[in-house]
């Protein structure tokens, strides 16, 4: 009895060994599998991120180019404005010179005419 007792602990050491052997073996696969799987969701994800990232940089950069061509445009109205606004101050000034010359000589035939009008008064008095 003695032996069948001893091959009975025997068998259920044997048993019992062989389940922590095949969970412990199953431990280590599952973790190194869940490692794994980690590993690759994170990876996928960094990808994504990465690949949001650069579609958002790459719509950062037609805006921005879309900005400096406004700005150019704007820069050639602003020119052309800023020679148009000196041509026509030009022009302004010239005819404020005229207007100012035209002024002179109107006050010139006045006096001149004021002086015919006395001397014309002057001769119908004699």
Request: proline share 0%; charged share 25%; hydrophobic share 40%.
């Amino acid at each position: 009895m003695m032996n069948d007792q001893f091959s009975l602990v025997q068998l259920i050491m044997a048993i019992l060994s062989s389940s922590v052997v095949s969970s412990s073996v199953t431990s280590l696969f599952s973790r190194r599998q869940n490692v794994a799987t980690v590993d690759a969701t994170v990876r996928n994800t960094l990808g994504e991120v990465i690949a949001d990232l650069r579609n958002q940089i790459d719509f950062l950069n037609k805006q921005i180019l879309s900005a400096l061509s406004r700005e150019k445009e704007y820069m050639v109205l602003m020119t052309d404005t800023t020679k148009e606004n000196n041509s026509l101050r030009a022009e302004l000034t010239a005819s404020q010179l005229s207007i100012r010359h035209l002024e002179g000589l109107k006050q010139k035939y006045e006096l001149k005419l004021a002086n015919y009008e006395t001397i014309k008064k002057r001769a119908e008095a004699h």
